[in-house]
């Protein structure tokens, strides 16, 4: 998953002689990117992408997607502005989506006792983010790279399986009172499902 970090506004004033130093962290799965600090601006324009590998949608890793926003400061201990949270269950709903997603979101920072943070101009501290998922071509590690190219349309990353149950006939009769009350279990890979 890509994470653009576009731009942010109406930030807070940190510095003494100044106005904020900005720049941001982040913290998904077990992984951790930084982007470059933007000096003396309460609107830092980052444009900066960082690529988040998930190797199985269909097991992302757990806890949210986590932006830190930090002030910069040179003679002493850089502070923490707040925090930007996408939920567990967000991105869960994020990475499984239709290849190609996208989408570009505004997200109020909060502080640490999630109060939302307001800026100099008294208005709501917000980060511009875009999320954008992408698959690659990958050959599955149990062909031979001779039948990759002859798939349909080549190997485009991981892939969901849904599987229908659509209807029985003809089944036993296994109630001494009835016929049956008939359920299926459908397991494939790690994964099951009962209908």
Known sequence: ??????????????????TIDGYCELFYGSEKFKTETKMNTYSPEWNQTF?????????P?????RIEVWDFDRMSKNEKVGDILI??????????????????????????KKKEVVGNDKKPSVIHIKLKVIGEAVAPPNLPATHFSALPGGYAGDRMVEVTVIS???????????????FCEVEFAKSKKKT
Do not use: C, Q
Not at 1 to 18: A, S, Y
Not at 51 to 59: E, H, L
């Open 1 to 18: 998953v890509e994470v653009t970090i576009l731009r942010g506004e109406h930030l807070p004033k940190m510095d003494t002689f100044g």
């Open 51 to 59: 690529k988040f590998m998930v190797k199985d949608a269909s097991y």
């Open 61 to 65: 890793p757990s806890g949210p997607l």
């Open 87 to 112: 939920s567990e269950a967000r991105m869960k709903n994020v990475l499984r989506a239709k290849l190609p997603w996208e989408e570009t979101t505004e997200r109020r920072i909060v502080d640490d």
């Open 168 to 182: 029985a006939a003809h089944l036993p009769k296994k109630d001494l009172t009835g016929s049956i009350d008939p």
